[in-house]
């Protein structure tokens, strides 16, 4: 079965990058038919999907972070990462990447397959 792991600096200080990096195994990212998204949770809110990429390599924002967001692969090393610049502490949340058939756009944790989630604090 697939497994996705997030992973990078759980603190990034305020206009900086930040860079998450999903690690996937049990499947291959160029799976025909699947997008491999970021979805993210401030403390008290909802899911908010920030974007995806297909299997194809094409990608996919969502218009409030499309600005200052960019998604990309490295097959050779089965991982997709998240970019996200000029950060501010409203930034701060737990970060998931994801795996769905067919489903470019996720809002629930029913759907496809979830890493744990990394949590990332934007602070001075």
């Known amino acids: 079965q697939v497994q996705l792991q997030e992973s990078g600096p759980g603190l990034v200080k305020p206009s900086q990058t930040l860079s998450l990096t999903c690690t996937v195994s049990?499947?291959?990212?160029?799976?025909?038919?699947?997008?491999w998204s970021w979805i993210r949770q401030p403390p008290g809110k909802g899911l908010e999907w920030m974007g995806a990429?297909?299997?194809?390599?094409?990608?996919y924002y969502s218009p409030s972070l499309k600005s200052r967001t960019s998604i990309s692969r490295d097959t050779s090393k089965n991982q997709f990462t998240l970019q996200l610049s000029s950060v501010t502490p409203e930034d701060t949340a737990v970060y998931y990447c994801?795996?769905?058939?067919?489903?470019?756009?996720?809002?629930?944790?029913?759907?496809?397959?979830w890493g744990q989630g990394t949590q990332v604090t934007v602070s001075s």
């Open positions: 990429i297909a299997y194809s390599g094409s990608t």
């Open positions: 049990g499947g291959s990212i160029t799976t025909s038919s699947y997008y």
């Open positions: 994801a795996r769905a058939r067919n489903i470019v756009i996720l809002t629930t944790t029913s759907q496809g397959n």
